[in-house]
């Protein structure tokens, strides 16, 4: 069964304290790894789709990188509209029109 | 288009109760999903359509839950004798192929 863990469960940091979010993964052939950010009474909103190790994206504040094992979301100087839960999901070989997501990390940035 | 519209947000229902959600995905859009989530929890997959057709259907989905997308369109998720264990955020989610989700703001169930 695929199985996804983010880590922290939830995190505080300063204005432009600078820090990472894990994602590990356990899963039949990976055949994609997505993050989402997602506010509070929304629905989530895509960030990043990461297909095979090494390959790493970037969005403004925001850089995901992709290994074999794990995943990690850099937050460089955030910002506290960056505060929201980040989630981790991965298409498999056994789901492969579905995602099965992670339950997030929590991140509250304090001005 | 402006991405893909849930209604009601909330619903407020009694234990017992049938409730009725919908989702209307991109206009484009041939594949639409529903999904769970619960607080402090990712969303769960409950089901898939592609076109009007019901592909895959989670073993979450008891024979309670009922879902259908008539002629590819929009999208009824329908559940009957509502119980507690039913209050959750329930998203729908639609893509053109496997990779680009858009997820709606979902519809939040509280069963009383």
């Known amino acids: 069964e695929d199985q996804v863990t983010q880590s922290p469960e939830a995190l505080r940091l300063q204005e432009g304290e600078s820090s990472s979010l894990n994602c590990s993964y356990t899963?039949?052939?990976?055949?994609?790894l997505f993050w989402y950010r997602q506010d509070p009474g929304k629905g989530p909103e895509f960030l990043f789709t990461?297909?095979?190790a090494g390959e790493e994206k970037e969005k403004e504040r925001l850089k995901a990188t992709l290994t074999k094992k794990e995943s990690f979301l850099h937050i460089t100087a955030p910002k506290p509209e960056d505060s929201a839960t980040y989630l981790c999901a991965v298409r498999t070989d056994s789901g492969y029109s579905t995602l099965t997501f992670g339950k997030g990390t929590m991140l509250l940035v304090s001005p | 288009d402006t991405g893909v519209s849930q209604n009601p947000r909330h619903k407020i229902t009694k234990r017992g109760q049938n409730v009725t959600f919908r989702c209307d995905p991109i206009?484009?859009?041939?594949?639409l999903y529903w999904y769970r989530q619960t607080l402090g929890q990712g969303p769960e997959f409950l089901t898939y359509f592609q076109n009007e057709a019901q592909l895959e259907k989670s073993r979450l989905l008891s024979d309670r839950f009922s879902a259908e997308r008539p002629k590819g369109s929009f999208s009824t998720l329908e559940i009957q004798r509502t119980e507690q264990g039913d209050s959750a955020m329930y998203l729908c989610?639609?893509?053109?192929?496997?990779?680009?989700?858009?997820f709606g703001s979902g519809t939040r169930l509280t069963v009383v």
């Open positions: 206009s484009e859009h041939n594949r």
């Open positions: 989610a639609s893509s053109l192929d496997v990779f680009g989700y858009t």
């Open positions: 899963v039949s052939g990976l055949r994609g």
């Open positions: 990461l297909y095979s």
